[in-house]
């Protein structure tokens, strides 16, 4: 298998510590897009995903599968025990739903924050990024401001319970983690008053598929300065 990407971006970091869970490492070749330079839009990499994305993972058969989601569901059912997913109906439908929430209530601002407050990939990416429109950098502020008030949902919810679905941490808590290290590496200030969201990120650091990793090799670094 080989899986296009770039080390320390949060979509690498969330596939990253899905193969340390699996064992699945060592089997991968990792091909690194740069992200600043745009070769995710280039034709070739479009014949592999479309939508211009990163990761990518490329199976022997050839087949290219994209979106994190779908990749997890892959590996994690590899050898039919799948412990990142959910292995019942109602497992599966809560995890689905925490992983939906945790893009759209804190990765998806963040990201449009990244692309329209501050900007930070450069010039080569601004082809495919949304038309020039007066505001438009406000609107990235406002995504942001969202971003770290969508935290308290979080918050409370782990205020029940050691991780987003339940007692163990699935795909949805990986999801939440990788947005929290974006936001902070766009440089978004995160209050520091949620107690529960704090604990929980401690467990999930604490976790053998994470721990020893959360340094450049999976967390993004100061991405305002790229």
């Known amino acids: 298998m080989k899986i296009y990407d770039r080390q320390g971006t949060p979509n ?104 329209y407050a501050i900007r930070a990939l450069g010039a080569a990416v601004e082809p495919w990024r ?26 409370e919810v782990l205020r029940d319970r050691p991780f987003l679905a339940g007692d163990r941490y699935s795909m949805a808590d990986i999801s939440l983690w990788a947005g929290l290290g974006f936001g902070r590496a766009a440089g978004l200030q995160f209050p520091a008053y949620l107690g529960a969201l704090a604990e929980w990120e401690k467990r999930f650091e604490a976790l053998p598929a994470v721990i020893g990793r959360s340094g450049k090799e999976l967390l993004p670094q100061d991405l305002t300065r790229r």
């Not at 959910?86 to 759209?104: D, F, N, V």
């Not at 438009?136 to 770290?148: M, V």
Request: include cysteine.
């Open 12 to 115: 690498a970091a969330r596939i990253r510590i899905v193969l340390a869970e699996k064992g699945l490492d060592r089997q991968v070749e990792f091909a690194t897009i740069d992200l600043v330079a745009a070769e995710q839009k280039a034709d070739w990499f479009l014949a592999l995903n479309p939508v211009g994305k990163t990761p990518v993972l490329v199976l022997e058969d050839g087949l290219a599968l994209s979106e994190c989601t779908a990749i997890t569901e892959y590996l994690d059912n590899l050898d039919g025990r799948p412990v990142l997913t959910g292995s019942t109906p109602r497992e599966k439908g809560l995890i689905h739903m925490m992983q939906r929430r945790a893009e759209i209530l804190l990765l998806e601002p963040v990201d449009d924050y990244f692309h």
């Open 130 to 155: 949304q038309p020039e429109w007066e505001g438009r950098g406000e609107w990235g502020q406002r995504r942001g401001a969202e971003a770290i008030r969508n935290l308290s949902w979080f918050d």
